[in-house]
Nanobody
Framework: QVQLVESGGGLVQVGGSLRLSCTASGSISKIIGWGWYRQAPGQQREMVAVDVSGGATNYGDFAQGRFHISRDNAKNMAYLEMNNLKSGDTGVYYC???????????????WGQGTQVTVSS
């Protein structure tokens, strides 16, 4: 089994910064890609940033220029650096990983439980 755990969420003022971390553990052969998603109350989950195999990244329009996704392959971790936070960034942030478990041939997707980010004015 694979487990993803996010950390680093919290309360921050408008204009502030936060760094989220996501750690994957368990029976992992390799992690192909990482993603960060968020869900505000009453809204659908939306993509924040993804880091696919080969280093290519993609960001939601709202995240361009303010957020940065990175990964540490040796530690099976991903990060989301968020700067110049706005009240609209409030929500639960989830990480996911597209990975291959040991003994498996096809990739699967795992999700974390989420971490709350609250941006206050």
């Amino acid at each position: 089994q694979v487990q993803l755990v996010e950390s680093g969420g919290g309360l921050v003022q408008v204009g502030g910064s936060l760094r989220l971390s996501c750690t994957a553990s368990g029976s992992i052969s390799k992690i192909i890609g990482w993603g960060w998603y968020r869900q505000a109350p009453g809204q659908q989950r939306e993509m924040v940033a993804v880091d696919v195999s080969g280093g290519a990244t993609n960001y939601g329009d709202f995240a361009q220029g303010r957020f940065h996704i990175s990964r540490d392959n040796a530690k099976n971790m991903a990060y989301l650096e968020m700067n110049n936070l706005k009240s609209g960034d409030t929500g639960v942030y989830y990480c996911n990983a597209v990975l291959v478990e040991r003994g498996q041939r096809t990739p699967s997707t795992s999700w974390g439980q989420g971490t709350q980010v609250t941006v206050s004015s």
